[in-house]
């Protein structure tokens, strides 16, 4: 059964605090997303992963970093944490290439709050 | 750019069918997919249909597919309480990501 798990189902962090969110797929899947989830905003894209140590900016990168060290494990990082990062964040993985209709398949979700 | 738009909420009667509808505005796109959200969870591929078909047919999921006007609706047959969750709209597109819509929240009636 394919596997995406998330270190955390919520945190709970303090303005200003470094914040590591973990995400781990065990389908060798090569591409690697970080999105966060707002009402009424639906999924915006933050950083997305090709391959180790590749990454590209999504839509809304500012205020987060990331990091892929290894192929199973992608991580996203803010550095300073601020309120308006008080968000629901979703990982996902996926095959690389058009070869087939290209699912993504999504961990359980990382709530996370900023105080 | 891109861009994916489906109603934020719809209110069905359980047993009667639910239609979700989306507009998607990227004709090159090669298949269209339905997530569903339950609560609590990630996403989950709920059915896709690739670009030249017109209707996929899965149990209880029909899948529209308009090219001419962009369109692409979801009907669920006989909804059930366990239909309640978010839906998701998406088109596949470059560089192997896909644009999500903003999510249609199904609410079962009794």
């Known amino acids: 059964d394919v596997k995406v798990t998330q270190s955390s189902r919520y945190l709970v962090k303090r303005t200003g605090e470094k914040v590591f969110l973990e995400c781990v797929q065990d389908?060798?899947?090569?591409?690697m997303f970080w999105y966060r989830q707002d009402p009424g905003l639906g999924l915006r894209l933050i950083y997305f992963s090709y391959d180790v140590k590749m990454k590209e900016k999504g839509d809304i990168p500012e205020g987060y970093s990331v990091s892929r060290e290894k192929k199973e494990r992608f991580s996203l990082i803010l550095e300073s944490a601020s309120t308006n990062q008080t968000s629901m964040y979703l990982c996902?993985?996926?095959?690389?290439?058009?070869?087939?209709?290209?699912?993504?398949?999504f961990g359980p979700g990382t709530r996370l709050t900023v105080l | 750019g891109e861009d994916v738009e489906q109603s934020l909420f719809l209110s069905v009667r359980e047993g009667d069918s639910s239609v979700i509808n989306c507009t998607y505005t990227?004709?090159?796109?090669?298949?269209l997919y339905w997530y569903k959200q339950e609560p609590g969870a990630g996403l989950q591929l709920l059915t896709y249909i690739f670009s030249n078909m017109d209707m996929k047919q899965d149990q209880r999921l029909t899948v529209l597919l308009n090219k001419k006007d962009k369109h692409l609706s979801l009907r669920i047959a006989d909804t059930q309480t366990g239909d309640s969750a978010i839906y998701f709209c998406?088109?596949?597109?470059?560089?192997?990501?896909?644009?999500f819509g903003k999510g249609t929240r199904l609410h079962i009636l009794p």
């Open positions: 990227d004709s090159s796109s090669t298949y």
């Open positions: 389908m060798d899947h090569e591409n």
């Open positions: 998406a088109e596949a597109a470059r560089d192997d990501k896909i644009i």
């Open positions: 996902a993985s996926s095959l690389l290439g058009q070869s087939s209709y290209n699912e993504q398949f």
